[in-house]
Structures are given as structure tokens and as C-alpha cells.
């Protein structure tokens, strides 16, 4: 098991909008379809994309997450660090196995699939309940907080063979 917070080979990302995501998102998939995609993290790259579909879809359809006062007090706080900062690789949710939910291995496929679905329901409408950490938000603030979590887990996928 790669300690993620230790990762060198990671790329650097900033994803300003939903349609740069899914054009390094689309290399990925090229690269996949190649078969020079690799992946410096622990996760399997559909594992990663349908991680990331699961968090959009918990804004949607409920989140397993129950947050003590006292950290949504402090989290809310640091809000606008989530959305307009870098997420840090490594950190896990207490009491929570695995550190994380929505880590099923899946196919590349079915993950990118899951990905692409979630993206297209995030692009119509915001989510209609509020988020579990950080309260209500705008259309654009979960946009770009789902858009800093991508950077973090895609920066670990790569799209050329390592030198």
C-alpha cells in the first residue's frame, strides 16, 4: 500500500472548468484504450473515476458522512481553501473503512462511465440538499469543489510511460 501523501510522481493539475477536466479525462480514457495508462496511487483508474462519481451522486441523492458540529463550524470556516485551494492526498475520514467511500474496483469502463453520467447531472442543476461539511452551496462552488477533488485523484493517472 503506496502512502498517497508521499507520492512524487503525481501530476500537477488545475481544472477551471468542467470542460478541461474532460479533455485530460478523455487522454486518460485514449490512453487507457492504448494501453500505456498507468497509475502511481493505490487505486485501480475505474476504481478512481468511480470514487469520484460517487461523491457527485451523494450531492444528489444523500451522503453517508454525519459531521459533528464542531467540525462544520471549522470546515465552514475554511471553506473557500476546498473550493478554490488543493485537496492533500492521504487524508482519510475517521471511523470510516477504507478512509473513504465509493472505492469498489471496476472496471476502467464502467468507472469512466459512472464519471461521465455523474458530470452530466453536476452540468444541469446544482445538487438540492446542502453539503454535508460545508452547508448549502452555489452551482459553481460544487462544481468547483467536485473539480479540486478530480485534480487530486486524476493527478495520479498518467497518460505516458514513466522515463
Known amino acids: ?19 478541461e477536466m474532460m479533455a485530460d479525462a478523455a487522454k486518460i480514457e485514449a490512453a487507457h484504450a492504448a494501453g500505456r495508462l498507468r497509475h502511481s496511487g493505490n487505486w485501480t483508474p475505474g476504481q478512481l473515476f468511480g470514487h469520484l462519481a460517487t461523491w457527485i451522486d451523494f450531492g444528489f441523492d444523500g451522503s453517508p458522512l454525519r459531521i459533528p458540529w464542531f467540525v462544520k463550524l471549522l470546515s465552514r470556516m475554511m471553506k473557500k481553501k476546498f473550493i478554490h485551494g488543493s485537496l492533500q492526498a492521504g487524508f482519510k475520514i475517521p471511523r470510516v473503512e477504507g478512509g473513504t ?51 487530486l485523484h ?10
Do not use: C
Not at 154 to 163: D, N, Q, T, V
Open 1 to 19: 500500500m503506496v502512502k498517497t501523501a508521499n507520492v512524487a510522481d503525481r501530476r500537477k493539475l488545475r481544472f477551471n472548468t468542467i470542460d
Open 101 to 151: 467511500y465509493g472505492v469498489e474496483v471496476l472496471p476502467f469502463d464502467e468507472g469512466m462511465s459512472r464519471f461521465r453520467k455523474a458530470w452530466a447531472r453536476m452540468q444541469k442543476a446544482p445538487p438540492a440538499l446542502p453539503n454535508p461539511v460545508f452547508g448549502p452551496l452555489s452551482h459553481e462552488e460544487w462544481i468547483q469543489l467536485h473539480l479540486r477533488h478530480a485534480e
Open 154 to 163: 486524476m493527478s495520479f493517472l498518467h497518460s505516458e510511460p514513466a522515463r
